[in-house]
T-cell receptor, first 108, second 114 residues
Framework: GEDVEQSLFLSVREGDSSVINCTYTDSSSTYLYWYKQEPGAGLQLLTYIFSNMDMKQDQRLTVLLNKKDKHLSLRIADTQTGDSAIYFC????????FGIGTKLQVIP | SQTIHQWPATLVQPVGSPLSLECTVE??????LYWYRQAAGRGLQLLFYSVGIGQISSEVPQNLSASRPQDRQFILSSKKLLLSDSGFYLCAWSRQGISNQPQHFGDGTRLSIL
């Protein structure tokens, strides 16, 4: 089955850019998602990209997809303290597989 | 617009007691429905999913069960809770009929077993 891997932790200073990386194993994955989970809350869908796209930008968020390397990244520009959360990558072919989540810590 | 509701938000139960967690979706028809458990604030474990009323698929054998008595209602149950059932339970929905639709999550239920 599909495996989705993410680093566990990322620390950045407020105002810097954050880049959260994700790799997946199934080249048939057609949609790739990023979710945000704040403490004690459910997962919020941030953005998603179809596998025939290389990049998608939505305000401060930029998603880059390298389909050859099966690598997905989420860049958050001008990171704010409110961006502190766990970020989940997910890949979808016949079903959705989630990564373990990357905890983003924003230092004021 | 679509909304998903889960309740209760928190629950403290003794070992051996029964459990019923409820999830409802508004603003859509015939959704796919999912129950996940998240242990220690990290990875998601898919427990059950449903593509229609009375249709439940179990991903992990355990002492939990799920039911879908109505189109937009999904219930997670147990007859006798174990300590290992503690965790954060999340319900989610996605659109039926089109593959690879994103899942949308409720706010979760924090379950503590004493």
């Amino acid at each position: 089955g599909e495996d989705v891997e993410q680093s566990l932790f990322l620390s950045v200073r407020e105002g810097d850019s954050s880049v959260i990386n994700c790799t997946y194993t199934d080249s048939s994955s057609t949609y790739l998602y990023w979710y945000k989970q704040e403490p004690g809350a459910g997962l919020q869908l941030l953005t998603y990209i179809f596998s025939n796209m290389d990049m998608k930008q939505d305000q401060r968020l930029t998603v880059l997809l390298n389909k050859k390397d099966k690598h997905l990244s989420l860049r958050i520009a001008d990171t704010q303290t409110g961006d502190s959360a766990i970020y989940f990558c997910a890949a979808s072919y016949q079903k959705v597989t989630f990564g373990i989540g990357t905890k983003l810590q924003v230092i004021p | 617009s679509q909304t998903i509701h889960q309740w209760p938000a928190t629950l403290v139960q003794p070992v051996g007691s029964p459990l019923s967690l409820e999830c409802t979706v508004e603003g859509t028809s015939n959704p796919n429905l999912y129950w996940y458990r998240q242990a220690a604030g990290r990875g998601l474990q898919l427990l059950f999913y449903s593509v229609g009323i009375g249709q439940i698929s179990s991903e992990v054998p355990q002492n939990l069960s799920a039911s879908r008595p109505q189109d937009r209602q999904f219930i997670l149950s147990s007859k006798k809770l174990l300590l290992s059932d503690s965790g954060f339970y999340l319900c989610a929905w996605s659109r039926q009929g089109i593959s690879n639709q994103p899942q949308h999550f409720g706010d979760g239920t924090r379950l503590s077993i004493l």
